[in-house]
């Protein structure tokens, strides 16, 4: 239901661009995403109790599949679903081939249970470096070159430099590059 009305201005850009009806229907609308999400970001809390926070990573199309062209997309935190991000990958598939950058779509979510200006500064540090480390070892596509992340709604260049310092932490120089830019 949420990709209707992106479908919708697909379907219109299609029109502008001149485009054959078949190219957005076989090339975007009926690529399946790879949706990665895990529950075990468990974060241990200000006060010593845990809380076990989500977190969902949706990749959708990318046509560049090498080294060089990952997928793009922000890391947005707060009130987000799983197809938000499904969508919001969709859109930015779209956004990247209007543009011509050669990057597929990919969006991330991290929905907590409150909002985040509610959580301490060692919180937040403890909820991104558990992102970090997920994306990383568990589920391995937090990198250069697969999935670089970026700010969103809910993130800033403070999160991002978190994310960034743990993947260094945790790959020790093996891979180089930004493995989220913002």
């Given at each position: 239901?949420?990709?209707?009305?992106?479908?919708?201005?697909v379907?219109?850009a299609?029109?502008?661009?001149?485009?054959?009806?078949d190219?957005?229907e076989?090339?975007?609308?009926?690529?399946?995403?790879?949706?990665?999400?895990?529950?075990?970001?468990?974060?241990?809390?200000?006060?010593g109790?845990y809380e076990?926070?989500?977190a969902?990573v949706?990749?959708?199309?990318?046509?560049?599949?090498?080294?060089?062209?990952?997928y793009?997309?922000?890391?947005?935190v707060?009130?987000?679903?799983?197809?938000?991000?499904?969508?919001?990958?969709?859109?930015?598939?779209?956004?990247?081939?209007?543009?011509?950058?050669?990057?597929g779509?990919?969006?991330?979510g991290?929905?907590?249970k409150?909002?985040l200006?509610?959580y301490?500064?060692?919180?937040?540090?403890k909820?991104?470096?558990?992102f970090?480390?997920?994306?990383?070892?568990?589920?391995?596509?937090?990198?250069?070159?697969y999935?670089?992340?970026?700010?969103?709604?809910?993130?800033?260049?403070?999160?991002?430099?978190?994310?960034?310092?743990?993947?260094?932490?945790?790959?020790?120089?093996?891979?180089v590059?930004?493995?989220?830019?913002g």
């Amino acid at each position: 239901i949420l990709l209707q009305p992106l479908y919708e201005r697909v379907d219109w850009a299609r029109k502008v661009l001149g485009l054959p009806e078949d190219i957005i229907e076989n090339e975007i609308k009926n690529f399946k995403w790879r949706e990665l999400s895990t529950d075990k970001m468990r974060v241990e809390m200000d006060n010593g109790d845990y809380e076990t926070i989500p977190a969902v990573v949706s990749l959708h199309c990318n046509p560049y599949s090498t080294q060089e062209n990952p997928y793009k997309g922000g890391i947005r935190v707060g009130p987000v679903t799983p197809s938000t991000v499904r969508m919001l990958a969709f859109e930015m598939t779209f956004k990247c081939a209007v543009v011509d950058v050669k990057f597929g779509g990919g969006k991330a979510g991290i929905p907590l249970k409150r909002p985040l200006s509610e959580y301490s500064a060692k919180e937040i540090r403890k909820i991104f470096e558990a992102f970090a480390t997920v994306f990383t070892n568990g589920i391995p596509i937090l990198s250069p070159h697969y999935y670089c992340g970026a700010t969103d709604m809910g993130t800033t260049s403070r999160h991002m430099r978190i994310i960034h310092d743990k993947f260094c932490e945790l790959t020790r120089g093996s891979l180089v590059g930004a493995a989220v830019t913002g």
